[in-house]
């Protein structure tokens, strides 16, 4: 199982970027698929997650409205619409796979929102 992000990179404020998940030894479809953010000296902490089976997503208050996680089960991705982006999204985000009792991290790509 493996999972690499991609995507990140510099954007200003009230930019947008988009950031993919690559997947490879199962299929996204079945596993319930989120998207986590970190900051230097801090703990990871849980962005946004999307359902298996059906695509049900949730988003952490801190960026609802503005960001949208979504699956494509043909290409095996998962992606992350950032949009109307802030300073405070400055973070490394990560890719997370939860099947079974197993969970699956990506090493992360590193976002950063300056002007």
Known sequence: VQLVESGGGLAQPGGSLRLS?????FTVGSAVMSWYRQVPGAERSWVAGITKG??????????KGRFTISRDNAEN????????LEPEDTAVYFCKAARASSEYWGR??????SS
């Open 108 to 113: 992360g790509t590193q976002v950063t929102v």
């Open 54 to 63: 059906v695509d049900i997503s949730n988003y952490a208050d801190s960026v």
């Open 77 to 84: 991705m998962v992606y992350l619409q950032m949009n109307r």
């Open 21 to 25: 998940c690559a997947a490879s030894g």
